[in-house]
């Protein structure tokens, strides 16, 4: 079949681009491990979902093959195939093989800004081993394929009739010689689409994995969007009335949320976005957001007279609040604070949302009366707390005193009066307890021992959280309130390290730590004061000579520096270390293992806690092997 025209001077060039991408990864994908991997992929979808969003296709469909490659699909117009006048090359091969060609050659108004730095389908081809397009249109099915960081290696050709059909189907295989893996993970993958789906509804998204058998298959559409998004986020909670939901378009911004209030939940989930990027560390437009609500809810209570002089504190508005935040803006008004994308910093978005918001709940908070009461009553609750709380604490102050409180006689404290430096390590077992309290740095380590497992504090309320032992020891050795009273500046800790054994009992513990953590003291780990121990898997060993191994691949590396000849003993659990060998291995800030706990993504969180809560062990062993990464080395750092 004919072939579309060979390439002149141009494609030198362009392939120098190419060259920059590979020599500077990180320039363009952020990094190199898992995270740059992925964004790989976003690169691709987002072109898929630009097409979709632009009213081409409602699909797009991913599959992991067996062979490592990926493949995204859509099927929207098809990448046009013609001859560029500038160029005089195929309009598909420069998008494939110019940097920024998203931005230069469209004249689309708003974009799926995709991730971190939105630089488009070529930075995924000069980084994949191959990678080839097909494309279906005007009733031909064209095909153009690029190798080794891409190098055009089968120009654009006609490969078949496509009939009616029209779309496009980019399937690549990531380079391994720029990874540090190349393992894409079916639970990132999964929730970026899931994501993208609450954000996009109508859009469907269908994932595939056909690198195990049976294949795993998933599919995400909702025609609800982001109402469903906040009912996947309020699985597990009570929730207090309905998901409210509200859009405007106005200045050229559209605006959507929604939310709902729930019952035992003493923190605000506000997850916003912009242009279907998250916005994680907020920005204009959630000022607006919490302004406007703050002013809706006030107005109409002081109205109702309902308040009795003392206006509610924004804090007080937001206790229990689940809500989603959406803005699309178009290209020309959009702008981020700082070096990331986590920070909108467009200044129209502050006012229009705040009165978005106002005079959208202000209507409802008249049209539904009874809600209005009971939300305001909640809230009122809520300010008699803070205040109670407040003055306390004042009290406290007064008596010119820290508050001295009486330990439980479970903790060994630490010495030291400098809490910042100082950790509390938490530990499976009174066994390990012991060795940990023998090995430790006298001086910044405090070790509280756990008889069995934690309470699940998922769907309890906090009055029976409270009546349970060991959780008010925990609240108790940290010294820094709970709930809504939780003040991180208080905590007697600055790090709070988990520390069991690695097996699934042990990453059980885990989770329900940190779901406590999660819903009774966030403040600690948003902050990133929350770490899980890693002990190591192996003790390699010869007379006078070991080494430990924290992963498979350590193993080869510690066998080498050992040398012919040794020995190897595998740990199955703290207990089998005795007090030097913890502190070794596991406590020692000089070469201890340790990975924050993050919260990047609130649905993770929360489908994390119903997984690691099942009875299936095999799931929440599926969960642990695919979330805790033991190749993330960024996982370790500055972590000591
Ligand atoms: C499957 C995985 C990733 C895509 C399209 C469709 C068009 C397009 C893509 O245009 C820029 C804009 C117009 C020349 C646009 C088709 C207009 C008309 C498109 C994708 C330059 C590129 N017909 N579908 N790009 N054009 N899907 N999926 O990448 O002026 S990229």
Redesign the pocket.
């Known amino acids: 079949m004919a072939s579309v025209k060979s390439y002149g001077a141009d494609d030198i060039e362009v392939l120098e681009g190419l060259e920059a991408v590979r020599k500077r990864p990180a320039m363009y994908i952020g990094s190199t491990n898992l995270s740059g991997l992925h964004h790989l992929v976003w690169e691709?979808?987002d072109?898929?979902v630009?097409?979709a969003l632009n009213g081409y296709g409602d699909t797009i469909a991913v599959t992991l093959h067996k062979d490592g490659s990926i493949s995204?699909?859509?099927r929207?117009?098809?990448?046009?195939c013609g001859i560029q006048s500038k160029y005089k090359v195929p309009?598909i091969h420069l998008?494939f093989s110019t940097l920024h060609a998203g931005g230069k050659?469209?004249?689309k108004v708003y974009s799926n800004a995709g991730g971190l730095h939105g630089v488009g389908?070529a930075v995924t081809n000069a980084l994949s081993e191959w990678l080839d397009v097909t494309v279906m249109r005007d009733g031909k099915i064209y095909h153009i394929r690029y190798e080794k960081g891409g190098k055009l290696t089968e120009p654009l050709k006609v490969i078949g009739d496509a009939g009616r059909k029209t779309g496009?189907?980019?399937r690549f295989k990531p380079d391994p010689k720029i990874f540090s893996s190349v393992d894409f993970k079916w639970e990132t993958i999964t929730r970026h689409l899931q994501e993208s789906a609450f954000l996009l509804k109508k859009v469907r998204f269908i994932v595939k994995d056909e690198r195990v058998t049976p294949y795993l298959n998933e599919t995400y559409l909702y025609n609800e969007g982001l109402k469903e998004y906040v009912s996947a986020l309020n699985v597990n909670k009570t929730p207090i009335g309905p998901i409210v939901s509200f859009e405007d378009f106005s200045n050229d911004i559209k605006m959507e949320v929604a939310f709902q209030y729930c019952a035992n939940d003493y923190n605000e989930n506000i997850y916003s976005y912009a242009n279907n990027v998250r916005t994680h560390d907020g920005g204009t437009h959630e000022t607006g957001f919490k302004l406007g609500i703050t002013r809706a809810v006030n107005d109409f209570a002081e109205e109702k007279d309902l308040l009795r002089g003392k206006k509610l504190e924004g804090g007080d508005i937001r206790e229990g609040l689940t809500a989603i935040l959406s803005l699309k803006v178009p290209e020309s008004l959009i702008q981020y604070e700082g070096q990331t994308k986590s920070k909108l910093g467009t200044p129209e978005a502050t006012a229009l949302v705040n009165n978005f918001i106002y005079t959208k709940l202000t209507y409802f908070l008249n049209e539904n009366n009874e809600y209005a009461v009971n939300l305001i009553n909640k809230c009122i609750e809520s300010q008699n707390a803070r205040i109670a709380a407040r003055k306390a604490k004042d009290e406290a102050r007064g008596k010119k005193q820290r508050k001295e409180i009486i330990l439980s006689d479970k903790l060994t404290p630490a010495q030291s009066k400098d809490y910042k430096k100082n950790e509390l390590f938490i530990v499976e077992g009174e066994s390990a307890g012991g060795s940990a309290r023998k090995g430790r740095d006298r001086l910044h380590q405090a070790i509280l021992p756990l008889r069995g497992k934690p309470l699940n504090t998922d769907s309890i309320t906090m009055d029976r959280m409270l009546k349970n032992e060991e959780f008010a020891t925990i609240i108790n050795t940290i010294g820094a309130g709970v709930g809504s009273e939780f003040d991180v500046n208080d905590s007697r800790y600055g790090k709070i390290i988990i520390m069991t054994d690695a097996d699934t009992d042990g990453a059980h513990i885990q989770t329900l730590l940190l779901t406590f953590f999660y819903h009774y003291m966030r403040p600690l780990i948003t902050n990133g004061m929350v770490y899980v121990a890693v002990p190591p898997l192996y003790r390699v060993f010869k007379e006078g000579k070991e080494q430990y191994a924290w992963r498979d691949n350590d193993l080869e590396e510690a066998k080498a520096k050992i040398g012919r000849g040794y020995e190897i003993s595998r740990f199955k659990g703290l207990g089998e270390m005795d007090a030097s060998q913890l502190w070794e291995t596991t406590m020692n800030p000089e070469h201890r293992m340790l990975v924050r706990i993050r919260i990047d993504d609130p649905l993770l969180v929360e489908t994390r806690v119903a997984v690691l809560m099942g009875k299936d062990a095999s799931l929440r062993r599926k969960w642990v092997e695919e979330n805790v990464d033991f190749n993330e080395k960024d996982n370790f750092e500055e972590l000591k």
Request: overall charge negative.
């Open positions: 691709i979808v072109n898929g630009d097409e995204v699909e859509d929207g117009r098809g990448i046009p309009a998008i050659f469209s004249s389908a496009t189907l980019v």
